[in-house]
């Protein structure tokens, strides 16, 4: 059956449509993104404003026309931290559910951290072992440790780097005591829990999703996504620790131009560099493997396991 997979995150508005069955892997058919950046529309107590509501509406009902015009059968909606943590985000649901007919299931911190962490057992099987993920997004940054499908442990940080950038990188540049003041607060926030999972023993692999640890490892030198899904990538913890302070010292332009750095995404390379910087620190990672699946795909195969068991 054809599904698709409605993603409202902090950055943009993610439909992906796959074919999918049980017991098969889900093959990508379409993909319809915008960027609307609802991290950025809240206001100074913490709600998102009707523009910004009216424009997450508008974005919705752009997707389901395009889900319509390539016939997805079941719609799968979901929003994470930006709606999540808005002060008004029952009002914001409800809007968005009377205008368009989407009801979007709000995913807890540590939902989107196991759901990622099934996409890349899955990605990776059983082979692999125990398996460390990480995954930084907009608004926040998930880890997940485990064995299995579902991880013995799973926490989400306000690590984001859109949330990052947007509350303390006001410069472009950015000044070295800001860059400085940002590494401190993200390393104390990931020093927080990195016992609860270093007592678990050592990983057999370590491994990150989303565009900012892909976009982090292209300008390292990994290949090009148009080389394919099944190109392995990894990003090594001396060449990030390279391009901190080179990114640091570059306008939100000069980013842009960098290898698979895209424009939406340039302003905010900084803030995610340095969060993938002090948990590679952290948890003593050298080096670590780059998975093309996360929380789209993660939310695709738990639907398909319900089928399967139904």
């Known amino acids: 059956m054809r599904l698709g997979v409605l993603d409202v995150g902090s950055n943009t508005v993610h439909l992906l ?3 999918a069955h049980p017991g098969a892997r889900p093959l990508p058919a379409h993909s319809h993104k915008a960027d609307l950046r609802l991290a950025q529309l809240l206001d100074d107590a913490g709600h998102i404003g009707t523009d910004g509501v009216d424009k997450l509406i508008a974005v919705v009902r752009d997707a389901l026309q395009a889900a319509e015009d390539k016939g997805v059968e079941d719609l799968l909606p979901f929003a994470t931290s930006a709606v999540r943590e808005a002060g008004n985000a029952d009002e914001v649901l409800t809007r968005v559910a009377e205008e368009t007919g989407v009801r979007l299931q709000v995913l807890s911190g540590e939902e989107e951290a196991r759901l990622t962490f099934l996409a890349v057992r899955r990605w990776f099987g059983w082979s692999a072992g125990r398996l460390l993920v990480l995954d930084i997004g907009g608004g926040s940054l998930e880890i997940a440790y485990g064995m299995d499908e579902e991880p013995d442990a799973a926490v989400s940080l306000p690590l984001g780097a859109g949330r990052l950038t947007a509350g303390w990188l006001p410069g472009d540049p950015p000044t070295p005591d800001d860059v400085r003041a940002l590494r401190r607060h993200v390393r104390a926030e990931i020093a927080r829990t990195v016992g609860e999972f270093s007592r678990r023993g050592t990983p057999d692999h370590v491994v990150a999703t ?7 490892a292209r300008i390292a030198g990994a290949a090009r996504s148009a080389d394919g899904l099944y190109v392995q990538r990894e990003l090594k913890h001396e060449s990030l620790e390279a391009w901190v302070p080179r990114l640091a010292g570059m306008t939100t332009a000069q980013r842009a131009e960098l290898p698979g750095v895209s424009e939406g995404r340039a302003g905010q390379l900084l803030a995610g560099a340095l969060v993938a910087e002090g948990a590679m620190d952290l948890f003593g990672v050298e080096s670590l493997e780059i998975c093309p699946w996360a929380l789209r795909e993660g939310v695709i195969l738990r639907r ?6 139904a």
Do not use: I, N, P
């Not at 398909?304 to 068991?309: A, T, V």
């Open 17 to 19: 449509v796959v074919d």
């Open 210 to 216: 989303s565009k900012t640890f892909k976009q982090l």
């Open 304 to 309: 398909l396991d319900h089928m399967d068991g």
